[in-house]
């Protein structure tokens, strides 16, 4: 079992910043890749990036690439998400995931786990 806690979320202007973090529980952590996705209201949820076990490789949607960055910490099991000249298109509630692979995936079905989510709002 893998409990995934997200934080960092809330409003910001549009050409702002957020990072958000996702802490992990287990001591496997660095054996996951690991995702963010995210969800508008009325839309389906979406990949947004993702990061293999070591950090050493990460896949982007097209739409967020270039101003977002997803990083790890092996040893603070935390996951990162940096988002940089935010649109108000990004709004939407983000979540992490973990899949039980060392490789990345840019499908939701391929995780196992996922958190509560955290808000993002980014008003024009």
């Known amino acids: 079992q893998v409990l995934l806690v997200e934080s960092g979320g809330g409003l910001v202007q549009a050409g702002g910043s957020l990072r958000l973090s996702c802490a992990a529980s287990?001591?496997?952590?660095?054996?996951?890749?690991m995702g963010w996705f995210r969800q508008a209201p009325g839309k389906e949820r979406e990949f947004v990036a993702a990061i293999n076990w070591s950090g050493g490789r990460t896949d982007y949607a097209d739409s967020v690439k270039g101003r977002f960055t997803i990083s790890r910490d092996n040893a603070k099991n935390t996951v990162y998400l940096q988002m940089n000249s935010l649109k108000p298109e990004d709004t939407g509630v983000y979540y992490c995931?973990?899949?039980?692979?060392?490789?990345?995936?840019?499908?939701?079905?391929?995780?196992?786990?996922w958190g509560q989510g955290t808000q993002v709002t980014v008003s024009s």
């Open positions: 995931a973990a899949r039980l692979d060392f490789s990345i995936s840019t499908s939701g079905a391929e995780y196992r786990y």
């Open positions: 287990g001591r496997t952590f660095s054996s996951y890749a």
